[in-house]
Antibody, heavy 121, light 113 residues
Framework: QVQLQESGPGLVKPSGTLSLTCAVSGGSISSSNNWWSWVRQPPGKGLEWIGDIYHTGSTTYSPSLKSRVTISVDKSKNQFSLKLSSVTAADTAVYYC?????????????WGQGTLVTVSS | DIVMTQSPDSLAVSLGERATINCKSSQSVLYSSNNKNYLAWYQQRPGQPPNLLIYWASTRESGVPDRFSGSGSGTDFTLTISSLQAEDVAFYYCQQYYTTPLTFGGGTKVEIK
């Protein structure tokens, strides 16, 4: 059973950089069948896809966030990370890491529990 | 971007009654080469991450009760809960995986009447 666990600071100052890590257990991040994703959900609002990374390091980002987002992978630690720069209050959200398929399936099948990140001074 | 529009925003249904949620995409998510609709449905209970219910628009994920069903093709889709149970109180989201950026509907809140 694949498990994902987000970690990182719960409070970030405006104009700062949000940094989160997702630890993957029960499966290899080097699997050729999966993309590793970040999705966020502002309080009381819907879901927004941020971007994905493949184990090769190939990334896809939401155009609306692309200029501020970096997703990286650390295969030795079986984890991947999110950095979002120049944050504002609008970036306050629960951030989820998730797994989605590649090749034979494409939906999100495993999710972390999510971590709330608040942008405030 | 493909815009996903769900309706209604919320609905209240009596226990044992049918709940119907609609999802419309701004362009077709039907891939002609394999005749599959690139659409999924998720359930999100309060304080929990989303949970996959349906993929390929109508295929139920393993372990999902058969009271949940998905239908539709092209741009118009429906999630039906045939007999609402108390544990079905949640938000429901559709999501297209036809192309990036991946996009979700705005969500539908299902409550007990």
């Amino acid at each position: 059973q694949v498990q994902l666990q987000e970690s990182g600071p719960g409070l970030v100052k405006p104009s700062g950089t949000l940094s989160l890590t997702c630890a993957v257990s029960g499966g290899s991040i080097s699997s050729s069948n999966n993309w590793w994703s970040w999705v966020r959900q502002p309080p009381g609002k819907g879901l927004e896809w941020i971007g994905d990374i493949y184990h090769t390091g190939s990334t896809t980002y939401s155009p609306s966030l692309k200029s501020r987002v970096t997703i990286s992978v650390d295969k030795s630690k079986n984890q991947f990370s999110l950095k979002l720069s120049s944050v504002t209050a609008a970036d306050t959200a629960v951030y989820y890491c998730a797994r989605r398929g590649s090749g034979t399936y494409f939906w999100f099948d495993y999710w972390g529990q999510g971590t709330l990140v608040t942008v405030s001074s | 971007d493909i815009v996903m529009t769900q309706s209604p925003d919320s609905l209240a249904v009596s226990l044992g009654e049918r709940a119907t949620i609609n999802c419309k995409s701004s362009q077709s998510v039907l891939y002609s080469s394999n005749n599959k609709n690139y659409l999924a449905w998720y359930q999100q209970r309060p304080g929990q991450p989303p949970n996959l219910l349906i993929y390929w628009a109508s295929t139920r994920e393993s372990g999902v009760p058969d009271r949940f069903s998905g239908s539709g093709s092209g741009t118009d889709f429906t999630l039906t809960i045939s007999s609402l149970q108390a544990e079905d109180v949640a938000f429901y989201y559709c999501q297209q995986y036809y192309t990036t950026p991946l996009t979700f509907g705005g969500g539908t809140k299902v409550e007990i009447k």
